[in-house]
């Protein structure tokens, strides 16, 4: 299976570089660019065939590496 | 007092670090990050500044998850002393070792300069050998130095004594200009300036030394 994990920064939590992005668009005349959030995008190459059992190993993943919980939220997309 | 310093593939304070320490009296051995162990005897473990592993996938967090670590875990539950500067900071926070994360400079950009800090508290090995209150200047070299806690977490912080130095100027949008913080049993510090480039004269200045020498003292004696 594949497994798409997109971590993001929690709601509240002020994200610079997202800032940074809306003020360049701004500066090249994309007006009404309200906000902007800046992620990344993890993708995952499972030897599991197994839906429930791969989003398990995935969630474990996402909680003790691939994102920060403080800081992170995460969501995952299997195919 | 012995004193094990860490080294991770792209860790460059790691020298400044034992050159610190052992300045102030400490046995210093410099540890391999795959090493499964730490030396006998120690007392001290000092994650020290860089950009471990790249900063890949964050700052910290894939030297967190390396063999000596865990070491450096079971080393901190047993009631050992650890300290972590910079990246050493950032790998402890991400070890779960002390609270909150750190992101994102709020200005986005690196910051290399010294800034005035505060002494938050005395009441700790770290900075037993300062006056509260005391304004030092240390160097910070960062990106990603922005302590972010949660609102309870800075309040649970305050409220417990814990933030063990605070920015006079605010360089990097720390929640709390928190640029230190202590673990519950205040024998952890985590910080993003660097100590170990204050503590020689020829290098602008030797605010730090109070710092290493305090530690290094409180557990002689100890």
């Known amino acids: 299976m594949k497994a798409r994990v997109q971590v993001m920064l929690k709601t509240g939590v002020l994200d610079p570089q997202g800032e940074a992005i809306r003020h360049a668009l701004g500066a090249l005349g994309f007006d009404g660019v309200e906000g902007v959030r800046q992620g990344k995008v993890i993708e995952l190459d499972l030897a599991e065939t197994d839906a429930a059992s791969a989003e398990a190993q995935v969630t474990e993943m996402c909680e003790k590496l691939l994102a920060n919980t403080v800081i992170e939220s995460y969501k995952i997309d299997l195919s | ?222």
């Open chain 2, 1 to 222: 007092m012995k004193a094990a310093v860490i080294v991770f593939p792209g860790s460059n304070c790691d020298r400044d670090m034992a050159v610190a320490l052992r300045a102030a009296g400490a046995d210093v051995e410099m540890v391999w990050h795959k090493d499964d162990g730490l030396p006998r005897g120690i007392d001290l473990v000092a994650v020290p500044g860089g950009f471990s592993f790249g900063d890949y996938l964050r700052c910290g967090a894939i030297a967190a998850q390396s063999p000596v670590c865990r070491a450096v875990i079971d080393h901190v539950h047993k009631g050992g002393y650890a300290l972590g500067v910079c990246n050493g900071f950032q790998v402890l926070t991400e070890t779960g070792l002390l609270p909150g994360a750190l992101m994102r400079n709020a200005g986005i950009r690196f910051v290399c300069k010294t800034v005035p800090l505060e002494v938050a508290t005395t009441d700790s090995d770290f900075t037993r050998g300062y006056a509260k209150g005391a304004s030092l200047r240390i160097p910070v070299a960062h990106h990603d130095g922005n302590y972010f806690v949660d609102q309870p977490t800075l309040e649970r912080l305050r409220a417990e004594d814990r933030i063990a130095f605070t920015y006079g100027d605010n360089p990097n949008g720390s929640t709390g200009d928190i640029a230190g913080v202590l673990s519950e049993n205040r024998r952890v510090l985590g910080m993003m300036p660097h100590p170990e480039r204050a503590v020689d004269a020829g290098h602008g200045g030797t605010d730090g030394r109070g710092l290493f020498d305090g530690l290094v003292g409180a557990l002689v004696s100890a």
